[in-house]
């Protein structure tokens, strides 16, 4: 029985199972409910109403049951093996009997090869926990959903709230999300807190803020040289704004262009076909950017530097800051062209009754009605500029560099915390630390920028009745 449970993909089958139960549940009390209506039996609740909440008292405790079990199933099932391990075994180090442990789940899980019979040995123990683990989630999955429906059979009646009990589940479920999106918020925030002041315990804020040297490398042996670390990161963000503002200087002018195109000066028909074409360019994986960039662009940018005589890089900010402003231009010019639609028509034929031209009206009604939508734009294409990573990879190196030559290679510091945080990693290393770091400065930076944005948005809107 064990071995043919872990043949099938049992939590995607009693999902489908839960599923299927709890329409049937629905069904069944929702006729119940319309047979009594029809008897002439007053209801307190819509027949819907009933059927949803015997829906909920059947599958939505054995949903929950089938969560938590997903969630604890493998850590039961490998302490069950860790527990039967040979005393030979249990006598290793902790993390060599964890590599172990992890050899016999691929053996039982994988069809990897086992080393020795007692891997192989174990790797049975694994399965055989495995399915043992299976059958009593499908038994207690099963059973919790037929108890809730024939509970839900019996204390469903006419006169029962129902309406007021799936609304306040309702309410409640949506109050669940919201509130594991603001936990995940702070989660997230206090992690990047907790390693950032690890990271500043030992080494100082104001050599990372102001340094001009960024050279992450530590040493691992107390003889090694030249490897002492240093984390000036003004390199970092001084690249990530360099080629921030080249991405915005093309995506703002192209963008809000091609907006106010769309949305006053094309017809029906262009309107219709150049949208969609446009937004294109933001279903584009970014990997596809850096390739354009890297065999196009780069060396276009290189061919130009030269041409004009100054000292170019095969890779570039500026090679970088085109693309990526290409890559952007759909966030700009979709969300502008839907504001500027969403500004009332009395305005445009106010302003053409006073004898303003299409372009007054533009420049003069239009924008400025619009204006905090399209601040709202900006501001989002900005985001997105600055947390690009896979085109400055491929296309502007990852060399730290201060320069006001935009044919140079720069980095940013998305970049450098990938690299800081890819291969074999020591969580307790400076170098790994200063990664967290990066991201709290960004964070903060990204803050401040949308909280002065959002001001400004304030100061200068013009409400219209």
């Known amino acids: 029985m064990t071995d043919f449970l872990l043949s099938f993909p049992v939590d995607a089958l009693l999902l489908a199972f839960l599923l299927a139960f709890g329409a049937v ?25 009933s059927g949803w909440w015997a829906a909920i008292l059947t599958a939505g405790p054995a949903l929950a049951l089938l969560a938590a079990a997903g969630v604890v199933k493998d850590a039961i099932v490998t302490a069950d093996v860790a527990g039967s391990l040979p005393s030979d075994v249990l006598a290793l180090a902790p993390e060599r009997v964890q590599a172990f442990l992890n050899a016999a789940r691929d053996v039982a899980f994988n069809n990897a090869r086992a080393a020795t019979d007692a891997v192989a040995a174990v790797g049975a123990q694994f399965r055989q926990s495995e399915g043992m683990a299976r059958l009593a989630i499908v038994a207690v999955v099963v059973l919790a959903a037929l108890g809730g429906f024939f509970y ?16 306040q589940t309702v309410q409640s479920t949506l109050l669940a999300a919201s509130g594991i999106a603001i936990l995940t918020t702070i989660g997230i ?30 040493a691992i042996r107390a003889d090694q040289v030249g490897q002492s670390g240093a984390f000036g990161s003004v390199p970092l963000f001084f690249g990530t704004l360099m080629i921030s503002v080249i991405a915005m200087a093309v995506a703002v ?24 074409a446009l937004e294109i360019l933001a279903g584009i994986p970014t ?39 290409v890559m952007i231009i759909p966030f700009v010019s979709s969300l502008s062209d839907d504001v500027i639609n969403a500004t009332p028509q009395a305005l445009r034929d106010g302003s053409f009754a006073m004898g303003a031209t299409k372009s007054e009206t533009v420049q003069r009604v239009l924008l ?22 896979m085109i400055v990879v491929m296309a502007a190196s990852q060399r730290a560099n201060i320069t006001w030559n935009p044919f140079e290679d720069v980095t940013t510091i998305t970049v ?41 948005v304030q100061k200068y809107r013009e409400r219209y009745e």
Do not use: C
């Not at 629905?26 to 109403?49: D, E, W």
């Not at 030992?202 to 992450?216: H, I």
């Open 368 to 389: 400025p009605a619009a204006l905090p939508g399209i601040v709202g734009a900006i501001l989002l294409a900005a985001s997105r500029a600055i947390g690009e990573t």
């Open 152 to 167: 839900a059979l019996a204390a469903i009646r006419p006169a029962s709230r129902t309406r007021n009990r799936v609304e």
């Open 189 to 218: 925030v206090l992690s990047v807190v907790f390693e950032t002041l690890q990271f500043f315990a030992v080494y100082s804020p104001l050599d990372f803020l102001f340094g001009l040297q960024w050279s992450p490398q530590t």
């Open 416 to 456: 450098q915390i990938v690299s800081l945080l890819t291969g074999d990693l020591d969580f307790n290393s400076p170098k790994t630390r200063s990664a967290f770091a990066l991201g709290f400065v960004l964070f903060v930076v990204t803050l401040l920028l949308n909280i002065v944005a959002l001001r400004i």
């Open 253 to 276: 002018p192209i963008g809000l262009y091609a907006a106010i195109y769309l949305s006053e000066y094309a017809s029906p028909l262009t309107r219709r076909l150049a949208k969609p």
């Open 287 to 325: 990997v596809v950017y850096g390739f354009f960039a890297l065999l196009t662009v780069a060396p276009a940018v290189k061919a130009l530097g030269d041409a004009l005589g100054v000292p170019a890089q095969p890779t570039s900010a500026l090679a970088a800051g085109i693309v990526m402003g």
């Open 25 to 49: 549940a629905y069904g069944v009390v929702a006729q119940r409910m319309v047979g009594a209506r029809q008897a002439g039996r007053a209801l307190h609740s819509l027949p819907g109403f």
